[in-house]
């Protein structure tokens, strides 16, 4: 699995037989992948598939758990590839025991940088003790707090490639794609 990050496009995940894209900012409806929106679609629609609310679905072989967060905001659960990666869209800073529930047995957590210290984000991350953790949208400062809190290995690259089984389930990583 590959994954890349920009403000413009949202992140890409993408595997030999799934691609999908997970919040972009720019017109979605320039792209062909699978888009998953956290709130309702207000532009034009996109030509590939577009999921923008709670339910499950299954596209190109990943199974899909939209996860309705209150306020209009869905996030999403993952499985493909034997990896489940779940995304938690910008303005979240908590989680119920329902959601919890559906997002379980995580891999791969992406979420925003919540609290001047992090500390919404490190309660989150805690809840699920994910293998890999991506944050975004955080400045210098909230990233130095989170690594020094997280503890575990702190990787910076520009795209994170992972496969089911060379994830270590005895470490974390933080992984900062820029």
Same mark, same amino acid.
């Given at each position: 699995?590959? %994954?890349?990050?920009s403000k413009k496009d949202?992140? +890409?995940?993408?595997? +030999?037989h799934f691609s999908g894209v997970l919040d972009p900012t720019e017109n979605p409806s320039k792209l062909k992948d699978l888009? =998953? =929106?956290s709130t309702g679609l207000d532009q034009a629609k996109p030509e590939g598939t577009v999921f923008d609310s709670p339910g499950e679905y299954e596209v190109?072989?990943?199974m899909i758990d939209g996860i309705d967060l209150g306020d209009g905001k869905t996030g999403y659960a993952l499985e493909v590839?034997? =990896?489940r990666t779940g995304y938690i869209p910008a303005g979240v800073e908590s989680l119920n025991d329902k959601q919890i529930e559906v997002y379980d047995s995580l891999d791969i957590l992406i979420l925003p940088v919540v609290g001047e210290k992090a500390e919404a984000t490190n309660k989150i991350i805690g809840q699920f003790e994910p293998r890999v %953790? %991506?944050?975004y949208d955080y400045d210098s400062k909230q990233f130095e707090l989170l690594g020094a809190e997280f503890g575990?290995?702190?990787?910076k690259t520009e795209r994170f490639k992972v496969n089911a089984k060379d994830l270590d389930v005895e470490k974390q990583v933080l992984v900062a794609i820029k």
């Open positions: 699995m590959d %994954i890349t990050y949202g992140f +890409k995940v993408a595997t +030999k888009v =998953l =929106l190109q072989g990943c590839d034997g =990896l %953790i %991506i944050p575990g290995e702190v990787q």
